[in-house]
T-cell receptor, first 113, second 112 residues
Framework: NAGVTQTPKFQVLKTGQSMTLQCAQD?????MYWYRQDPGMGLRLIYY???????DKGEVPNGYNVSRLNKREFSLRLESAAPSQTSVYFC????????????FGQGTRLTVV | GENVEQHPSTLSVQEGDSAVIKCTYS??????FPWYKQELGKGPQLIID?????GEKKDQRIAVTLNKTAKHFSLHITETQPEDSAVYFC???????????FGQGTELSVKP
């Protein structure tokens, strides 16, 4: 049981480049989330998906897009990376319909230069 | 939308002492309140949670209390140990697919 798997673990981008962060879960959860973590600001919700085929904006969606490809996978795309997007990104899945524990991936450390 | 405030941002205690971290939430419809522990270089992991129909929950050295009227909840760690040193996050959610919103985090340091 792998839980939540994120790729890549580390990435350096130049300003203006694009990339997609991948996330997959094997717990049959309906809800999946993308957070960014910055010093002193906790975990801020970028986008979430309450079920396959639906996505909604969180607290800080600007500069990002998401795709809920199927029940297992939820990807986060940066179309034109900016230095302000330097952060650690976490994917999580959550059995919200059963109020069960949310599980987090190990994170992607992204640096935009 | 939901807003979660967490205090203090840093907390230093001596081994064996107790530690208390407090959170307030804004949305009275929130009914699920988990606490997460994050160790360096890792993703957050659930340590305890409480639902709105319960006022207190305990698991060995860890306890959480919830005051729905005041919209605040707290994490209590007794007999702290150096391995309790980590960043702790509170969160709040409305069930059934609702957003899980986190507080800003508390960096706990337990000195031997």
């Amino acid at each position: 049981n792998a839980g939540v798997t994120q790729t890549p673990k580390f990435q350096v981008l130049k300003t203006g480049q694009s990339m997609t962060l991948q996330c997959a879960q094997d717990m049959n959860h309906n809800s999946m989330y993308w957070y960014r973590q910055d010093p002193g600001m906790g975990l801020r919700l970028i986008y979430y998906s309450a079920s396959e085929g639906t996505t909604d904006k969180g607290e800080v969606p600007n500069g990002y897009n998401v795709s809920r490809l199927n029940k297992r996978e939820f990807s986060l795309r940066l179309e034109s990376a900016a230095p302000s997007q330097t952060s650690v990104y976490f994917c999580a899945s959550y059995g919200a319909e059963r109020n069960t524990e949310a599980f987090f991936g190990q994170g992607t450390r992204l640096t935009v230069v | 939308g939901e807003n979660v405030e967490q205090h203090p941002s840093t907390l230093s205690v001596q081994e064996g002492d107790s530690a208390v971290i407090k959170c307030t939430y804004s949305d009275s419809a929130s009914n699920y309140f988990p606490w997460y522990k994050q160790e360096l270089g890792k993703g957050p992991q659930l340590i305890i949670d409480i639902r709105s129909n319960v006022g207190e929950k305990k698991d060995q050295r860890i306890a959480v209390t919830l005051n729905k009227t005041a919209k605040h909840f707290s994490l209590h760690i007794t007999e702290t140990q150096p391995e309790d040193s980590a960043v702790y996050f509170c969160a709040a959610s409305i069930s059934r697919g609702g957003k899980l919103i986190f507080g800003q985090g508390t960096e706990l340091s337990v000195k031997p």
